[in-house]
Every structure is written in C-alpha cells, then in structure tokens.
C-alpha cells in the first residue's frame, strides 16, 4: 500500500543538524509554521539497501506548475491527495526533472562541499538566515507524539515528515511504500528573488520504470534473441 498521511509541510527553518539520534543517518532540519508548531524534517543521506549512495539533484532556478498549486508559506502541515493535478510530486510522471540529471553524493566525508550532508547544510543554513526563505518538505507525516519530546532537538511534541525521497519503484521490504504522486522532496522559496530551489533524491536501488497505478517496478522485457535455422552437418545452404 502506499505511504500514509502524505503531504507537505509548510514553515521556516530555525535550526539544522548534519546528524541525529536516527536508526539511519539524516539531515535533520528544525522547522517552525506561523502558528508555532515545531517540526523535525528527517532527511535521508544513506540508503539501508546498496548501493548505499543517494541520487540527487539540485535545481537553484526550478520552475514548475505546481509551485502555484502549494499552500500558503507557513501555514504547516497540509495532507495533500495523491493524484495529478494537485500540489503532489510524481519524479516520474509529473515532469519535475530529467532523470538523467541526478548524479551520486556520499553522505559524508572529510572537507568542504563534498557529499550529501554538505550540499544540504549549504541550502538549508542560507534559507535559516533569511527569515523569508520558505520552505516546503513533501514527504509523509510522524507524529504528533504527546508528552514524547523530538529525539533530535527536544521540542514538545515530537513532530515531522521524512521519506522526503522517491517513494516508488522500491524493492524487497520497501515495495510496501509505493506509490504514484506521493514523492518526497525540499523546495525553497525566496519572495525577494522570486526563485525556487528544489532539492531532489532517490536512492540507487529504487527502478524509474513504474506502473502507473501502484507504483510498483515494471520489469523490463528482456529483448528475444532470434531462433536459428537448424542445420544439419554436411549438408550446403544456398546464399
């Protein structure tokens, strides 16, 4: 079945941690909506199935219909139906960039501006110094959790959104995550440029080739190779 409880989140970055108290190493990014709810965006920078390296890519310039479809900057958590024609991301079907594009990022290793963890921290920490910047993180709710506090930084209630990444054409125990139009991804608008920037990720082992209503990978036929001609020994064909 597909993920539950897809949508984005609407807010401002007010704090930033390259790793966390997780099962799995992210990105953690503390985010604040016009109301005051706190939440966590949890983002994966390794895969837990190999290759363990993410495909990403950053647009610093995207433009798209959907950003005119996204809720008011702030307004916090927003489910969003999975379908086309709404605020909801499809990497395959909904034409947000060319796959051919993403290239591959370790989640982190020694030096400046040279894997995952880095390319994140650069974005986010520019957008959490200007008090503008809104930011927009697509991916499927946890929480609220009452009387738990955030694991990462320790607000009241633990609250977030994380598979802020492809979310179909998984494998092995993953499959159970697919779907159409439910895709994770971090937008960033700045009004005083008007520009977006869309940060998008997947992970290697996950396939392109989906079906259009599960979401599930589509095998790819393997091509028939011609049968030959018997022919028996000692006998001449003509050419």
Known sequence: MPIRDYGVLA???VDRRREGATDTP??????????GTDYRAAVNVLSQQAPADLRYLVDEDFRHPVTALL????SGWNPLPSRPGTA???????????????RLLPPDAPGPDNDLADLLDR?????????????????????PEPGIPDKVF????????HDIHL?????????????VYQDGALLIHRPAEDRWTAIFLAFQSQSWHTDD???????????????????????????
Request: glycine content about 12%; cysteine-free; overall charge positive.
């Open 11 to 13: 807010a401002t970055a």
């Open 88 to 102: 909801s991301l499809d990497f395959v079907r909904g034409h947000l960039f060319d796959p051919a594009a993403l």
């Open 26 to 35: 992210h990105y953690q990014i503390h985010l604040r909506d016009a109301h």
């Open 213 to 239: 209503h599960t979401g599930h990978t589509v095998p790819t036929p393997v091509p028939r190779q011609p049968t030959p001609h018997p022919h028996r020994p000692g006998t001449v064909r003509n050419s």
């Open 167 to 179: 979310n179909q054409g998984n494998s092995g125990r993953f499959r159970a995550d697919d779907g």
């Open 71 to 74: 809720p008011p900057a702030g």
């Open 123 to 143: 974005h986010v920490q520019h957008a959490i110094a200007d008090p503008t910047a809104a930011l927009y993180v697509f991916g499927q709710r946890f929480g």
């Open 154 to 161: 320790g607000f009241l209630p633990g609250n977030g959104v």
